[in-house]
C-alpha cells in the first residue's frame, strides 16, 4: 500500500504553519519535525500536569501513568522488556554515564572495539577510557567510501574483547550496517555490543532482541518526539553494571543508569511517537508503519541518488542504492558545506553544513572537516515534489 502523504503530514503541525509555508525541510537527520500527538502530550503535562508524578492525587498520578505508559509501549515497539528501557537527557550523555559504568566494571587490558564511523556521541565516551587502563582498538571505515567492512571485525576481536560499540547507520556514510551479523561475531568472542541507533531509529525502530544488540541508543527529537535520548540495555547486562545512580535505587534497573531524575514532561511525551505510529498503521489498514514508512523514502529518494551519483563535481558519500541507506546524503563539495547550505536557504531550502558531531569519520574519508559536507536529509514525510525542488535547487548551488 502507498503512503498517503496528505494524511502523514496533517500529522505534523510544522507542515501548516505560515512561518514555514514556502519552505522545504531538508535537515531532518539534525532533528525532525515533531508529529502532532507528543505536541498534545507535551501540552497535557505542562498545562495540567507540571508537578511531581506518583503521588495519590489524581493530577500526579495522571502523569506517572502517562511517563509509564511510554516505557511500555516503546518497549513493545522495540520487543524488550520495560525495564530495559532507561531514559536520559540526550543519546551523548546516556553513553557517557554508560561508558562510566563499564569503567568501573571492566579490568585493566581489557578492550573496546570502536570505530571511525560513528557520531562522536557513541566513540568520545570511549576512547578516553584508553587513558583508564583499557585498551581501544579502532576499526577503521573505507576511505573512499565510508563502508564498515565487518570482516575487518575479525583481526581486533580477542579473548579480551569486552564490548563492540557501531552505529546502525551513520549521520554521513548512511550506509545500514548488518548489526545482527556483527553482534554474532562479538557474542561468540565473548563481547557485548553497543549499537548508536540514532540516525537509523527515525525510519523505523527495530527489534532489538532480533538485532542482536545488547544496547541500543536513539535520539527521540530525531523521531518526531521531544529531545530526550532512550537507552535500550538488556537486562542480564544491566545487572552486572555498575550502578551510576543514587545508591538507594541501586536495585531499580530502571534508575541505575539514571544518575538524575527524570524530565516528567519529556518522558510523558514518548508515547505520543507510538500514539503516531498507531495512527499510520490504521490508517492503511493495519499496515506495519515502519514498513510504510521505509518503502515511501525508499522509492522517494531513489531519485535524488540516481541525480547526486550523475554529477562529476560532487563526491556523494554512501551507498548509490536508497533500499542500502538510511535517507542522509553527504555531500563533498569543492565549497564549504556551510556555504552550499546558505545559499540553498536562498532557494528556500533547509539543509545544513559541516562535521555533524562526526568529525572522525569526515577525517577518515579524507575531507577537511573545517570545509564539511553539505547535509541533506529526509523522512517519510518528505514528497516527491520537495526531491524536485531540492534537486533543482542543486543545480542552481553546485
Not at 252 to 267: I, N
Not at 338 to 354: N, V
Request: charged residues 20%.
Amino acid at each position: 500500500m502507498p503512503l498517503d502523504f496528505d494524511f502523514v503530514r496533517s500529522q505534523f503541525p510544522a507542515f501548516s504553519e505560515p512561518d514555514l509555508d514556502g519552505w522545504t525541510f531538508f535537515e531532518n537527520a539534525g532533528g525532525s519535525y515533531l508529529c502532532r500527538q507528543v505536541v498534545e502530550r507535551m501540552a497535557e503535562v505542562y498545562g495540567k500536569l507540571k508537578m511531581q508524578p506518583y503521588w495519590p492525587y489524581p493530577a500526579s498520578t495522571r502523569l506517572g501513568e502517562m511517563m509509564d505508559e511510554s516505557r511500555t509501549r516503546l518497549a513493545a515497539a522495540m520487543g524488550v522488556s520495560e525495564d530495559e528501557v532507561h531514559f536520559g537527557p540526550s543519546t551523548t550523555q546516556n553513553a557517557y554515564v554508560l561508558a562510566q559504568a563499564f569503567r568501573q566494571t571492566l579490568e585493566p587490558g581489557d578492550e573496546i572495539v570502536v570505530t571511525d564511523q560513528d557520531h562522536e556521541a557513541n566513540t568520545g565516551a570511549w576512547r578516553r577510557l584508553g587513558g583508564e587502563g583499557l585498551v581501544v582498538r579502532v576499526w577503521p571505515i573505507d576511505h573512499e567510501t565510508g563502508h564498515l567492512d565487518p570482516a575487518d571485525l575479525d583481526d581486533l576481536l580477542t579473548e579480551r574483547t569486552k564490548l563492540v560499540t557501531l552505529t546502525h547507520a551513520s549521520n554521513i556514510v548512511a550506509e545500514i550496517n548488518p548489526v545482527a551479523e556483527i553482534a554474532a561475531k562479538a557474542h561468540a568472542a565473548g563481547a557485548v555490543v553497543c549499537v548508536d541507533g540514532v540516525s537509523y531509529a527515525p525510519h523505523g525502530l527495530p527489534d532489538v532482541g532480533t538485532l542482536g544488540a545488547d544496547i541500543y541508543l536513539f535520539s527521540s527529537y530525531k523521531t518526531y518526539g521531544p529531545h530526550q535520548g532512550v537507552m535500550v540495555i538488556r537486562r542480564a547486562l544491566a545487572e552486572r553494571l555498575a550502578n551510576q545512580g543514587h545508591y538507594f535505587n541501586e536495585k531499580s534497573l530502571t534508575a541505575r543508569f539514571t544518575p538524575a531524575g527524570p524530565d516528567h514532561a519529556q518522558v510523558a511525551a514518548l508515547a505520543g511517537m507510538c500514539d503516531y505510529w498507531d495512527a499510520l498503521s490504521a490508517h492503511h489498514g493495519g499496515a506495519s508503519a515502519a514498513g510504510l514508512m521505509r518503502q515511501a523514502e525508499i522509492e522517494v529518494m531513489q531519485p535524488l541518488l540516481d541525480y547526486l551519483n550523475g554529477r562529476n563535481d560532487i563526491r556523494l558519500v554512501g551507498p548509490a542504492n536508497a533500499e542500502a541507506r538510511a535517507p542522509t546524503f553527504a555531500i563533498d563539495h569543492a565549497r564549504p558545506g556551510e556555504a552550499l547550505a546558505t545559499d540553498l536557504a536562498q532557494l528556500g531550502i533547509m539543509a545544513g553544513g559541516g562535521d555533524f558531531y562526526s568529525r572522525r569519520t569526515v577525517e577518515a574519508l579524507g575531507i577537511d572537516p573545517a570545509k564539511g559536507v553539505l547535509r541533506v536529509s529526509a523522512l517519510h514525510y518528505t514528497t516527491p515534489e520537495e526531491v524536485t525542488r531540492l534537486i533543482v535547487a542543486l543545480d542552481r548551488v553546485l
